[in-house]
């Protein structure tokens, strides 16, 4: 059984920085592709940021350049460098391999 834990969220002031892990029990993140999303109130779930099998990324372009999702093999366990935040941010933030998703840790940046 695949199984996601997510954390590292909290509550930050604009500027500040946080780091998001994600740890996968089940599954070996290296063959997939790994995902960073956030859901917001209100709002639509959308991909933050992804990292390929091979490593590649890819980024949404309100995160470009202030966002970074790198992985440890090692350690089973995919992160989300987070930099710069805007209270924008704010959200629920989860990560999703073939489907299945963690119960997210909340993001909260006041202005």
Same mark, same amino acid.
């Given at each position: 059984?695949?199984?996601?834990?997510?954390?590292?969220?909290?509550?930050?002031?604009?500027?500040?920085?946080?780091?998001? /892990?994600?740890?996968?029990?089940?599954?070996?993140?290296?063959g997939?592709?790994?995902?960073?999303?956030?859901?917001? =109130?209100?709002?639509?779930?959308?991909?933050?940021?992804?990292?390929?099998? $091979?490593?590649?990324?890819?980024?949404?372009?309100? $995160?470009?350049?202030?966002?970074?999702i790198?992985?440890?093999?090692?350690?089973?366990?995919?992160?989300l460098?987070?930099? /710069?935040?805007? =209270?924008?941010?704010?959200?629920?933030?989860?990560?999703?391999?073939?489907?299945?998703?963690?119960?997210?840790?909340?993001?909260? $940046?006041?202005?």
């Amino acid at each position: 059984q695949v199984q996601l834990v997510e954390s590292g969220g909290g509550l930050v002031q604009a500027g500040g920085s946080l780091r998001l /892990s994600c740890a996968a029990s089940g599954i070996i993140f290296r063959g997939n592709s790994v995902g960073w999303h956030r859901q917001a =109130p209100g709002k639509q779930r959308e991909l933050v940021a992804a990292i390929t099998s $091979v490593g590649s990324t890819n980024y949404a372009d309100s $995160v470009k350049g202030r966002f970074t999702i790198s992985r440890d093999m090692a350690k089973n366990t995919v992160y989300l460098q987070m930099n /710069s935040l805007k =209270p924008e941010d704010t959200a629920v933030y989860y990560c999703m391999v073939r489907n299945t998703w963690g119960q997210g840790t909340q993001v909260t $940046v006041s202005s």
